[in-house]
């Protein structure tokens, strides 16, 4: 082979590496790490949607156990009984009258829950609507307002409503069994009103921290200090008021949720200053004046005191402030109290 030949093959073997070693290592070299990349990236993005997935299992377990401990028995006579029992004394401790609660529908779902209806009939005012609805809010138990219609039977003042109500109650499937809403004992001894200890005879079910809520007959106290079976209590807690309770009086847990142990009874109040089902007086129309003051007679170098006083003035604008015009020799008034001195030469 000749130089020439030689040199030409050189040149293509030459050309040839060059190529090979300008494509093929991408390919070969990089493709695998490429994939292994992809697949990591597939993985981990399958662990997110898995750990997502398994955050929101956890997140709903927690709601069903949370549900299960404030559920109703899993019995339907039972949840129904017990409840309708929980509805009535709350009526009676918001002094409902002409008071009718009986059992009404219930349904079951195989598996999954129970509800059970209690439907009330009774007359109040809006104040005890309101402490009722704001209590059964507060109530940790796993319940609702289903319906609700109010009639009025006047428009002036504070008029009397005539309330029937339906309230659902509800049992998770496989919620616990308990023969009372919530742990109920009683007092052994007998309980003044001015009372500032309260004995139980079990606290089985009873919190062991304080402060806690009970129902002691329909009165409602907090419960500030428990030892053992001797509690120290603040009385007439939520609109009650501390009364005397005899031997065997019931004491029943109310408990509330953290997220509402903030609440208070005050969310109601602008409810009620504002009615709807009183009429609204009408616009009032102030023309202030001064009152009229009785004549005198001095005489000169005598000193009288008078003092001015307004009448049908806006109080919501704020204090009447006096002054004189025109004010004769040696005669002063005082400004916030309306006092006139004058003393003549």
């Not at 002094?95 to 219930?106: E, I, K």
């Not at 009683?186 to 139980?200: C, F, H, M, N, Y």
């Not at 953290?258 to 009615?275: H, M, P, T, V």
């Not at 709807?276 to 202030?288: C, G, L």
């Amino acid at each position: 082979m000749d130089q020439q030949k030689r040199t030409k093959v050189l040149g293509g073997v030459l050309a040839g590496v060059l190529g090979f070693m300008a494509i093929r290592p991408d390919q070969v070299l990089l493709n695998p790490v490429r994939d292994a990349q992809r697949r990591l990236d597939i993985a981990n993005s399958d662990f997110e949607r898995a750990d997502a997935k398994q955050t929101q299992l956890m997140i709903a377990r927690e709601r069903i156990e949370r549900a299960r401990a404030t559920s109703l028995p899993p019995r339907v006579s039972d949840a129904q009984r017990l409840y309708q029992t929980w509805i009535t004394n709350l009526a009676e401790q918001c002094r409902f009258a002409q008071l009718q609660v009986v059992p009404g529908r219930t349904d079951y779902r195989r598996d999954q829950f129970l509800t059970v209806n209690v439907d009330l009939e009774a007359e109040t005012d809006l104040a005890g609507l309101s402490r009722f609805l704001y209590l059964f809010e507060q109530a940790d138990l796993q319940h609702r307002i289903a319906e609700l219609d109010i009639r009025s039977t006047g428009s002036q003042n504070n008029p009397r409503l005539e309330i029937n109500l339906t309230a659902e109650g509800m049992s998770v499937a496989r919620s616990p069994e308990h023969s009372e809403v919530f742990p109920r004992t009683v007092s052994p001894q007998a309980v003044t009103a001015a009372a500032t200890e309260l004995t139980v005879e079990s606290i089985d079910g009873f919190p062991k921290e304080t402060p806690f809520l009970v129902q002691l007959g329909r009165e409602m106290v907090q419960v500030t200090a428990a030892d053992e079976h001797k509690w120290t209590v603040i009385r007439g807690q939520e609109g009650t008021s501390a009364v005397e309770h005899a031997v065997g009086e019931s004491v029943q847990l109310f408990p509330i949720p953290i997220l509402k142990r903030g609440n208070s009874f005050d969310s109601y109040e602008q409810f009620l200053a504002g009615s709807p089902f009183t009429k609204p007086a009408p616009p009032k129309v102030f023309r202030p004046r001064l009152a009229s003051i009785s004549d005198k007679t001095i005489a000169p170098g005598e000193s009288v005191s008078m003092t001015a006083k307004a009448e049908d003035f806006n109080p919501d604008v704020g204090t009447p402030v006096f002054a004189l015009e025109a004010a004769a020799e040696g005669m002063s008034i005082n400004a916030e109290t309306g006092e006139i001195q004058w003393n003549t030469s």
